[in-house]
């Protein structure tokens, strides 16, 4: 085991995979050279050199289109967009290019292609650079959409990624890359060195995609999150004093609906949490999912707490984002219901 | 190709010289300030400043006319001063607060102003320019006989959409002028590791669009060309493209580690090409201007400067209500929970 912030252990996943298979190769704005704006591929390119760590020109489309070209050849890039507020010139090759090469060569043709992007809030990012976008992702056939909350799960994640045969959006908290962030944001902000998640297993593992993770165990009721709304369902939870049980979902698409479904028709309550906008947004689906599975174990309604919808401001920052108070209320209603 | 005004360097006046002083110094002195509010912790977020480039904006102002239009990227700050925004509101917005042009929805890089014709600061990556093209359409269409200045930086020029906006602008013969700001990095990459040529005013030809490189460290070079750009569109021969080469003392942003290039060339550039000490030392060489006289400039651009500072620091923050307003014409309601 090492310690290692949630930068080091994706670095570490991109050694990893480098190491492993000559075909993995790693573009972006800055990814090179300078090491990447959160310093997620420093030394890569010193280590495996400029043929398989390289930057390109700010050219979204262009970037994934290449890489979509470069994954049916058969290799496997793992792009960065820089912030993932930026990929929507790269959403029509997304969409309508690696997320259908499959399907459309009736398999003669793959994307094994990993697109990571730093996502959502809690940076002082505003509009343009605190996004959740993974909805538009997640309603993609032909897309796997995964969203790590910790350095351990983030390493193993990003390899069972690169690994796949399929493309894959990988969408890093960024809000969590030097620590947890439980919402508290008027208090002074935590490392994960001290954090058991922290402690990362050394060498090559894969951490399946499509496998929650009951990351606390409660009787009363289910919080379901992801990235950084774990570490504030987790807050939320401890400070209401109500036995909820709290899943990690890790992966939305493939989404592990049975760990989901055992624990909703245990506790028979369940609230959704996202910091995306609520309309329209993943926890929609979920809350449609569980009322298919769950509806004879229900108690109360699913609730959803999401972020207003409105584009993230840039003064009120914590008045958007769904912070532990907005969760214990959800948990209070969901306790009444 | 361009007509080419009469106007030499050496017919400048000191009267005008010293406007193009004042311009200068005012948006240097205005983006220290916003430098040392930020390390207060008063600006939070991203912000980007233009220390250095000031020649660009003051020598293209001097070239436009009233309702000419601009419209710019996230780097806007001088853009704003330099068209006759007021330093308070632009300040007020960088710290969020509710006298700021944008009510503290925007922040540092997306600012607005229908009296004075700025279309904006936006925060995406080339995202502007199409928007300028669609300016100068407009003013084509109404026959008013205006210019839109549409500014991007040396990285945004390779945005796909930069060179669909040339196209339609050189097929509907646009009034534009596609001002390429060539700091020479984007971000930590430098021109030569992202950009195919050294010459990127050039990449207008093949579209027909004459351009041209310009010294964008003297204000009267930046000023002529733009007299010939402007020309040329105000006759209804269609775009121009001026690549105005020019250098950014300061970080990217503000949380920018400066590692991509080394302290000296950014000292050379600012002892021997600084724009503001060029003119300073030709009004003093000639005898019409004293160090007196600059000195009270100074201390006038100093006192506006402290001003805004005062003004941002005051300005209350904005109600929560205003979460939810400017986002449709007629609030569409929501549950808040
Ligand atoms: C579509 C998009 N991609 C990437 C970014 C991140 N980004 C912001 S500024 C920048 C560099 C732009 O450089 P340049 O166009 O030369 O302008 P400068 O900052 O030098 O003024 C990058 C990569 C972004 N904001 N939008
Ligand atoms: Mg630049």
Redo the contacts with the bound molecule.
């Keep these: 085991m090492a310690r290692m912030t949630m930068i080091e252990a994706i670095r570490d996943a991109h050694t990893l995979a480098m190491e492993a298979d000559d075909d993995v190769v790693v573009m972006g704005?800055?990814v090179g050279y300078f090491g990447g704006?959160f310093r997620c591929t420093a030394g890569l390119q010193k280590r495996f050199g400029v043929q398989r760590c390289f930057d390109t020109p700010?050219s979204?489309l262009g970037i994934v289109g290449t890489a979509v070209g470069m994954a049916a050849f058969g290799l496997k890039p793992v792009v960065e967009?820089?912030?993932a507020?930026?990929?929507?010139?790269a959403y029509d090759q997304i969409v309508s290019e690696a997320a259908r090469l499959r399907y459309r060569s009736a398999g003669e043709f793959t994307c094994p292609m990993v697109v990571r992007m730093p996502t959502g809030g809690g940076i002082f990012g505003a509009q343009?650079?605190s996004q959740s976008p993974e909805a538009l992702f997640t309603h993609v056939a032909g897309l796997k959409t995964v969203v790590p909350s910790n350095p351990q799960d983030a390493k193993g994640l990003l390899l069972a990624a690169i690994n796949d045969p399929d493309p894959v959006i990988f969408l890093e908290p960024k809000r969590l890359y030097n620590g947890p962030f439980d919402g508290h944001f008027d208090r002074p902000s935590q490392s994960w060195g001290k954090h058991p998640l922290g402690e990362v297993e050394t060498g090559y593992y894969e951490t399946p995609l499509g496998t929650a993770n009951i990351v606390r165990e409660g009787s009363a009721a289910t919080l379901l999150a992801y990235g950084t709304m774990v570490h504030v369902a987790l807050a939320a939870v401890e400070e209401s004093g109500v036995d909820v049980e709290v899943i990690d979902l890790r992966t939305l698409l493939p989404l592990d609906l049975e760990t989901i479904a055992e624990s909703v028709s245990r506790t028979g309550r369940c609230i959704v949490l996202h910091e995306a906008t609520l309309t329209s947004g993943y926890g929609a689906e979920v809350t449609a999912l569980i009322q298919g599975e769950c509806f004879y174990s229900l108690e109360a309604p699913v609730l959803r707490v999401a972020g207003w919808d409105t584009p993230y401001p840039h003064a009120q920052e914590w008045d958007y984002f769904p912070g532990p108070e907005r969760v214990k209320r959800a948990i209070a209603t969901v306790m009444e219901g | 190709m361009a007509a080419r005004k009469t106007t030499k360097k050496s017919e400048v006046s000191p009267e005008e010289m010293l406007s193009y002083y004042r311009d200068m110094l005012l948006i240097r002195r205005f983006e220290e300030k916003a430098g040392q509010l930020y390390g207060m912790g008063l600006i939070g977020g991203f912000c980007?400043l233009y220390i250095g480039?000031e020649a660009v904006v003051v020598g293209l102002e001097a070239a436009a006319e009233e309702g000419d239009k601009r419209i710019t990227?996230?780097?806007d700050h001088g853009h704003m001063l330099a068209c006759g925004m007021d330093p308070k509101g632009v300040m007020a917005e960088l710290t969020g607060r509710e006298g700021g042009y944008s009510k503290g929805k925007g922040g540092s890089m997306h600012m607005f102003s229908k009296e004075k014709n700025f279309y904006g600061g936006h925060?995406?990556?080339?995202?502007q320019v199409p928007l300028g093209a669609g300016l100068a359409f407009a003013d084509r269409y109404k026959e008013n006989g205006r210019v839109t200045f549409t500014y991007?930086?040396?990285?945004?020029?390779?945005?796909g959409q930069v060179y669909e906006s040339f196209n339609m602008a050189a097929l509907w013969k646009l009034p534009v002028i596609f001002v390429i700001?060539?700091?020479?990095?984007?971000?930590g990459?430098s021109?030569k590791r992202s950009t195919s040529t050294d010459e990127i005013h050039k990449r207008g030809e093949p579209f027909g669009i004459p351009g041209e490189m310009v010294d964008g460290m003297d204000v009267i070079s930046v000023k002529e060309a733009g007299e010939r750009a402007v020309a040329h569109c105000r006759k209804g021969d269609g775009p121009y493209i001026l690549e105005i080469k020019t250098y950014?003392y300061r970080g990217?942003?503000m949380s920018d580690p400066a590692k991509y290039r080394t302290r000296e060339e950014v000292q050379k550039m600012r002892e021997e090409r600084d724009p503001i000490e060029q003119v300073r030392a030709k009004l003093l060489s000639g005898k019409s201007i004293t160090e007196d006289k600059l000195k009270e400039i100074d201390k006038e651009i100093k006192e506006i400067v402290n001003a805004s500072a005062e003004f941002a620091k005051e300005s209350p923050e904005p109600a929560v209500e205003e979460l939810w307003t400017d986002i449709y014409a007629t609030e569409i309601p929501q549950e808040v929970n």
């Design positions: 704005e800055d704006v700010i979204e967009i820089q912030f507020d930026y990929m929507y010139p343009t650079h | 980007h480039q990227s996230y780097r925060g995406i990556v080339g995202a991007f930086g040396d990285g945004a020029a390779n945005q700001e060539n700091n020479q990095y984007a971000m990459t021109q950014r990217h942003s």
